[in-house]
């Protein structure tokens, strides 16, 4: 007697997962790259080493204006956050950006648009929504909004990126499912806020201009069509 094939949710999430590296290599590749990183960091160098290391690349006013480019790209091969310490609230942010922002929503952009339109809206939302935010600082400091120090905060991790994504990924859910997906990305950044300050902390103001501009680009009307993929060639039989 053939065994049946397994049916059901379990069936849906093993072919997906089976399905994961040839309808998103990139999104693979780049979350493989993340967990080397975020084991380098943690087990390959010292701490005095690595705080160097991520101090250099962190995306503050300081730094952008020193080594822009080089702050901008290297700060995104890293994310900030934890794997093992899953009852903390650092571990929900890493839940949030790097399993449903970049290993759900990249992986779902990429399949749908191709892998150059996934690096330019990452990126994108990462470049934007940190320069965004630099401008919120620099406006800031000369009100009193923020102590002197958030000069030289430290600012890493795939975040900026992974929410605009997010934004973005509301298309993939039902009609229904998409009011609830918005508010939720524009709310849970907020839910950890700092309000020490007359503004909350520039990292909560960087995702919600990142989700911002993941939501805006849905109003392009490029963003709305799936890519058209190669079509199968045709048999032509004869006699």
Not at 8 to 32: E, H, I, K, N, Q
Not at 143 to 170: E, F, K, M, N, W
Not at 184 to 205: E, K, M, N, Q, R
Request: aromatic share 10%.
């Amino acid at each position: 007697m053939n065994a049946q094939p397994p049916s059901g949710p379990s069936a849906g999430t093993l072919r997906a997962v089976r399905a994961y590296p040839r309808r998103a290599p990139l999104t693979l590749a780049y979350v493989c790259l993340l967990l080397a990183g975020h084991v380098w960091l943690g087990q390959g160098l010292s701490a005095d080493r690595a705080d160097a290391l991520l101090g250099y690349l962190s995306t503050n006013l300081d730094n952008l204006r020193d080594h822009p480019l080089r702050a901008l790209l290297g700060s995104v091969l890293f994310f900030d956050g934890t794997l093992t310490d899953v009852t903390s609230t650092d571990f929900v942010g890493t839940f949030i950006t790097l399993g449903l922002g970049v290993c759900c929503s990249l992986a779902w952009v990429e399949h749908r648009w191709g892998k150059w339109r996934a690096i330019a809206v990452f990126l994108g939302g990462h470049v934007v929504a940190t320069l965004l935010t630099a401008v919120v600082i620099v406006v800031a400091l000369r009100h009193g909004g923020y102590p002197t120090a958030v000069r030289q905060s430290l600012d890493y991790g795939v975040s900026y990126g992974a929410q605009t994504v997010l934004a973005i990924g509301t298309l993939a859910l039902p009609r229904r499912g998409r009011l609830p997906w918005a508010v939720f990305v524009l709310a849970w950044p907020l839910g950890g806020a700092d309000w020490s300050a007359p503004l909350p902390d520039f990292t909560t103001i960087g995702h919600v201009l990142a989700a911002v501009l993941g939501f805006g680009l849905l109003a392009v009307p490029a963003f709305r069509r799936q890519r058209v993929r190669a079509a199968e060639p045709l048999t032509v039989r004869t006699g």
